[in-house]
Structure formats: structure tokens, C-alpha cells
């Protein structure tokens, strides 16, 4: 056997803002083995939901992922609706619509931008980042936040949005268009950046499809699949707008989907924003009948889950979260070994991982006695000890 | 001249060069910033930073040898004010040089880049041994292509190996088509040299945690500044006096040489901003297979008078 020397990415680490772990294996710059370690960020989420009433549950999904903070919501609303057999109006769903591209658009353009600086190329990600603006600006227009945008509940929709905002929505997403083609053009056209990207990081449509990759990380590896238009809510299926797919699976295709997406949402905001019709925003829902559903929604990462089970009360008994991410880190299994540390860096980005929405709790076990070996007290004293040692040495 | 002369010499160009270097770094950063739609640092900002290094504290890790590890930013640091010194007492007292110098500026220039490598093993880091594997390839990939390139300034010189005469400073225009392939050979292993985006794969920060320098703090970091900043004054300045005239002492001449320096910053600023980081293998193969024979090709033309 060749001598294996051992990387760490991660618990922190420049590449993400997150805490992850990622033990490569290399022999020389080659990485021959990768262990995906996460659940450093575990919220419980999932639980203090079934302590929020209905209404409440949506600003807290929010905070699930600063990025896909419409996605989510959205997601949990459709399951709840679902349950309660609402006809949500028609203008609603148009409004829902629009956030969620502007959204995309402003996740696509932050992972452009993020892509760019781990590659070393920060003018992209200065540029990728300014472009983004205007639809920040859209979406404060739209909802009043750039983050967290507490714009969906159950039934419609919170803030309906003036006809002379819709104007400057499209104002503000058609002024961005000829710059995100510029940038678009700039990227695909880059042969630096093809020399980077295209053959690294391949992720074959089998092993996609056995790791159940979803998002653009599945469409660049040739899986058709988009929620949007699998399975349409809100307004998707009253616009025109299309899928991409790439077969070749590496990140440069990933790239290419998501820069094609983003125009091609700034697209369906147009169209959605001309369309809309007039009327209620709010179909009014006065309570929740016992139950189960799903809901879900194609975030900017991929299809976002959301399992709601209702008894009648005011709170939801059970609430089950799956982020993209939960399908798409594994495939780093498939897309990273054989590459070199170099390739890995944009590898592990290719599929815009969000750790801490993807965190569940994790126990450590001990192997031979198969008892668990931390409990809460025990890292209470962990800690304790450590900070005693510290003071000491001080 | 005698010693005291020496030890002047080199204190005061290892001192403006410094100052130069410094400035430089600003002027890379403002430009880069201004490249960005960012407003960028105020124009002391890199002595700041230094300065604020120096006050904070250096850890050694653990696993690190010591000695190697504090001394080698040093040595690097030293070497490049010795270079500086032989290249400004070149430009500015041409009668002064002495047979031979441009191999010893070629021979300190490598002093940098091994003591980064030797630094970063030294620190007994996974990343910095990894970061230190790639500064090694790295050197031997620019290497070649930057002695051919040095190679065609000298047989345009009439085989002069000394940069301080007159016959060799400038010998070597723009207009003939050896000079310019050196020149744009030289180029390229100037940013190489650098360490500069797309050749900055020893520190990569994130695929490596700036590699040969992450376990680097406090005062031996800001060595490193101090060192990058000097190479930074210095590369450019060789170019300008193997290649592109050197100083005349009239005031267009001296015009000219800044006009020329600046020239040279700003294209290392504008490849660094325009460019994403190269792969080891793409950086071998680019520097190997892409320049080394064009460097062949131009000591050839260069032989034959071209």
C-alpha cells in the first residue's frame, strides 16, 4: 500500500462559511479516500416546531437556510395546505412565484461569486456579488427584507406587492439581465476557467441517480428533474420557462445550469410579473384539520422536503425537514476521489452545500461496547475540565 | 569601497526598497479593489498591517523545529535586499558592478522560494507540506523559462554577464523579436515568481489554508509581508534593467523608468485579477511544453541576430 497522508477540510476552513468536516485521504495530491462528517450545527428545528402554532412555524423554517429562506417556508405551507385542503388564490401564487426566482437568482449569483473566489478568481466573485444587488434590492422591494423575507403564509401570502413595484421589480431584474449575460458569457467563454472546471468533479449520471442528487447537481450529471415542472406549485405551470440538463456531470456543467437558470428566472419574473392577476391574497384559513402531507419545492440547491403531520390542535405534531443538501453532499463520495486537492476545493462547492440545514444529531458510539459515549453532562464536563486547564495555563 | 560603504549600501536599499515594496503593495491592492467596484485600503494600509503583526503574538506550533521555522522568512527577507541592493547599485552606479553579478541576482532570487519551502516544512503541517511540495514544482516549472529568457538579454549584450554596464543595461530593445519573447516570458515567471494568482498554488487559501504560511503568526508573518512586498520592488526592477533600458539620468529618463515600473505592477495586478488559480499539473505542463521552448526559440533568434 502507498503512503497516505491526511487532509482535513473542515471543522474550519476558508471554503465554507459552515462547519463541516471533510477527512481526505491522499497519496501525494491525490485523494484516494473522502469521510463526509457533519451535525456540527444541529438546531433542533425540527422539534421547537412542535411547539409554534401553525402561523408561527414559517418564520422559523426561514431560518432554516439564510439562502433558501423562501424555499423552505413555501415548502412547509404547501404540506399544511395540503392537510387543510385550501384553494390558495390565484395572485397569491403569482407573488409566491416571483420571490422564490428573485431567490434564485440571488442564490445562483452567490454561488457564482463564492465558485470564483475559491478558485482564486475574486474579480468574478466581486462582480457575481454586485450583479446580485439589484435583486436584493427586488426582493426588499417585494417583501420588505433581504433575508429573511416572512412573506408566505398559510393560504397566500402576507404583503401583496403594488403595481408600481411590480414595475420596479421588473425594472431592477431587466436592468440586470445584459450584466448577467456579460457575466454568463465571461464564465462559459473563459478557456482559464475551462482549464478548471470542465473534467473535475465528475459525477456520472449513475452515480447520481444512486446517491438521488437533486438540484442542478443532479441536472448537470443528466437527471431530469425539477420540481417546478415534476410536480408544479405556485405558478409555474401557467408561465413558459425551461429546464436545462447537462450529461457531462463535471462542475463546469453545474455552472453552466445555474448561470442559465439565473437568466432564465429573470425570465419567468418577467412574464409572472406582466401575467399576474388581480384580486385576494389571502384565502382566509381558520384551522387545521388532523392529518398528514408532504409539501415540496425546488430551492436554488435542489428539491427541499417537508413532511407536516397535524391532530386537530393549533400545533403541528410532527415536522420532518429535508434540505437539498442532505442529498447532495454524499456524492462527494462519487465526485471526489481520484481528484487532486486542488480540484476537491471546487468539487465540495460544486453543489452549493448548506451545512447546517442539513445537520441532524449525531451520537458517538462506542465501537466495541456499542454504548453511546457522550451524553450532555459528560460534554458539560468536557468542557468544564478544558476551560480549567486553559486558566490554568494563563 | 570599503565595508562601511558595503553595509551602508545595503541598508539603505533594503530600506527604500522596502518602502517601495510597500507602497507597491498598496498600489496592487487599489488597483485591485478599483478592478472590483470596491473602494480599497488607504494608502498606509500595508504598513499597518505589518506594523500590527509585529505587535501581536508568534505561535509556534507544537510540531514545528523551531529554529527553521522562525529563521527561514528571515533569510528570504535578507536575500531579497541583497538583490535589491546589486540591482540599484546597477541601475544607479553603473561603473561600480562587478563581472558576473546577474548570475548572483539569479542565484538570490531562488533564496525566497526555498525558505518559504523550508519554513513550511519546518512547521510540520500537513498544509504547509503540501503547500511546500507545490512552491517546489512551481520552481521547477518557471525555472527553465526564466534563465532562457535572462539567456537572450545576455547574448544581446555581446555575452556580458555584469548588469552594471552601460553596454548591457538597455542592450536589449523591444523591437527586436527575441527581446519581446523574453520579455513576455520574463513576464509570466515574474508572476510566478510572485506567487501571484494564477501561480499562487503553495498558499491557495481555500484548498489549502494558505498553505506554506498557515501555521505563520505575529512577527515572522509580517517578515513574509515585508519579503513579498520587497520581491514585489524587485522583479520588476530586474526586468527593467536586463530588458527595457534601465535608468538614464535625465528627467524624461527617470519618467520613463517609473512610467516602466508602474507598467509592470499594474500588469501583475491585472493577470492576478484576471485569471482564476491553475492547477500543478496545468502549471508544469503550461511552463515545460508551452515556454520553455519558446524560450529555446528566442536564444536561437537571439544567436542569430534576430
Not at chain 2, 549584450?157 to 553596454?167: F, H, T
Request: proline share 5%; hydrophobic share 45%; charged share 20%.
Amino acid at each position: 500500500m502507498s503512503h497516505k497522508s491526511m487532509i482535513s477540510i473542515g471543522p474550519f476552513h476558508p471554503l465554507q462559511e459552515e462547519a463541516e468536516f471533510f477527512q481526505l485521504y491522499l497519496d501525494g495530491e491525490r485523494v484516494v479516500d473522502v469521510d463526509v462528517r457533519i451535525s456540527y450545527t444541529h438546531r433542533g428545528i425540527e422539534k421547537l416546531d412542535e411547539s409554534k402554532t401553525f402561523d408561527q412555524v414559517p418564520f422559523v423554517v426561514e431560518r432554516v437556510c439564510g439562502i433558501c429562506s423562501a424555499s423552505h417556508p413555501l415548502a412547509y405551507i404547501q404540506a399544511v395546505e395540503e392537510i387543510a385542503h385550501v384553494k390558495v388564490p390565484e395572485r397569491a401564487l403569482y407573488l409566491r412565484t416571483i420571490v422564490n426566482e428573485l431567490a434564485r437568482i440571488h442564490s445562483h449569483l452567490l454561488w457564482v461569486g463564492l465558485a470564483g473566489h475559491f478558485l482564486g478568481y475574486n474579480t468574478v466573485f466581486m462582480w457575481a456579488w454586485k450583479y446580485r444587488e439589484p435583486t436584493m434590492e427586488a426582493l426588499e422591494i417585494a417583501t420588505g427584507s433581504r433575508v429573511n423575507y416572512a412573506n408566505c403564509k398559510i393560504g397566500g401570502v402576507r404583503r401583496d406587492i403594488t403595481d408600481e413595484h411590480l414595475k420596479m421589480i421588473d425594472r431592477l431584474v431587466t436592468g440586470t439581465r445584459g450584466d448577467i449575460e456579460m457575466l454568463t458569457g465571461a464564465v462559459i467563454d473563459d478557456p482559464v476557467l475551462h482549464a478548471r472546471l470542465k473534467g473535475v468533479g465528475v459525477l456520472s449520471k449513475a452515480d447520481a441517480y444512486a446517491y438521488g442528487a437533486c438540484g442542478p447537481t443532479g441536472r448537470g450529471s443528466g437527471m431530469p428533474i425539477d420540481v417546478r415542472r415534476d410536480d408544479p406549485y405556485a405558478a409555474y405551470d401557467r408561465l413558459d420557462w425551461n429546464m436545462f440538463v447537462e450529461e457531462t456531470g463535471d462542475v463546469f456543467a453545474k455552472a453552466k445550469i445555474r448561470l442559465l437558470e439565473v437568466l432564465e428566472s429573470i425570465k419567468i419574473i418577467k412574464q409572472a410579473v406582466h401575467d399576474i392577476p388581480g384580486g385576494e391574497i389571502d384565502a382566509k384559513v381558520e384551522n387545521i384539520p388532523a392529518g398528514e402531507a408532504i409539501g415540496h419545492v425546488e430551492a436554488p440547491r435542489g428539491e427541499t422536503f417537508h413532511y407536516v403531520r397535524s391532530d386537530g390542535s393549533n400545533y403541528p405534531v410532527r415536522h420532518k425537514i429535508r434540505a437539498p443538501s442532505y442529498n447532495n453532499v454524499p456524492t462527494f463520495k462519487a465526485s471526489c476521489i481520484g481528484a487532486d486537492i486542488s480540484d476537491v476545493a471546487i468539487t465540495l462547492a460544486s453543489v452549493d452545500p448548506c451545512y447546517s440545514c442539513t445537520e441532524r444529531m449525531c451520537t458517538a458510539v462506542d465501537a466495541e461496547s456499542g454504548k453511546e459515549m457522550f451524553d450532555f453532562a459528560q460534554l458539560v464536563k468536557l468542557s468544564q475540565e478544558k476551560t480549567e486547564r486553559i486558566r490554568k495555563q494563563i | 569601497m570599503d565595508a562601511f560603504g558595503i553595509i551602508g549600501t545595503y541598508i539603505a536599499a533594503a530600506v527604500g526598497t522596502l518602502a517601495i515594496g510597500l507602497f507597491l503593495r498598496w498600489f496592487d491592492r487599489k488597483a485591485t479593489a478599483m478592478v472590483q467596484w470596491r473602494k480599497g485600503p488607504p494608502w498606509y494600509q500595508p504598513i499597518a498591517d505589518v506594523l500590527k503583526l509585529f505587535s501581536k503574538e508568534t505561535l509556534v506550533p507544537s510540531t514545528a523545529r523551531r529554529t527553521g521555522f522562525l529563521i527561514a522568512p528571515a533569510i528570504g527577507l535578507a536575500a531579497s535586499a541583497l538583490v535589491a541592493a546589486i540591482l540599484w547599485s546597477a541601475v544607479l552606479r553603473p561603473d561600480v558592478g562587478f563581472v558576473g553579478d546577474l548570475i548572483v541576482v539569479v542565484y538570490l532570487l531562488l533564496i525566497p522560494p526555498l525558505m518559504t519551502i523550508f519554513g513550511g516544512l519546518a512547521s510540520g503541517s500537513p498544509h504547509a507540506a503540501v503547500g511546500a511540495s507545490r512552491e517546489m514544482k512551481l520552481i521547477l516549472s518557471y525555472e527553465l523559462p526564466f534563465f532562457l529568457a535572462l539567456l537572450v538579454g545576455v547574448i544581446h549584450s555581446d555575452w556580458s554577464l555584469q548588469l552594471g554596464q552601460s553596454s548591457v543595461i538597455g542592450v536589449v530593445p523591444l523591437y527586436n523579436i527575441s527581446g519581446v519573447i523574453a520579455m513576455v516570458l520574463a513576464i509570466i515567471a515574474m508572476q510566478a515568481k510572485l506567487g501571484q494568482v494564477p501561480f499562487d498554488i503553495a498558499e491557495a487559501e481555500c484548498e489549502i489554508m494558505s498553505g506554506v504560511y498557515a501555521e505563520y503568526s505575529g512577527a515572522p508573518l509580517a517578515i513574509i509581508f515585508l519579503g513579498k512586498a520587497m520581491m514585489l520592488a524587485v522583479m520588476p526592477l530586474l526586468l527593467i534593467t536586463v530588458f527595457w533600458g534601465g535608468l538614464t539620468a535625465t528627467p524624461l529618463g527617470i519618467a520613463a523608468f517609473i512610467g516602466k515600473y508602474v507598467l509592470l505592477v499594474v500588469l501583475v495586478t491585472l493577470i492576478r485579477n484576471t485569471n482564476p488559480r491553475l492547477r500543478i499539473d496545468q502549471i508544469m505542463r503550461f511552463f515545460w511544453f508551452g515556454l520553455a521552448p519558446l524560450g529555446i526559440a528566442a536564444v536561437v533568434l537571439a544567436v542569430l541576430g534576430w
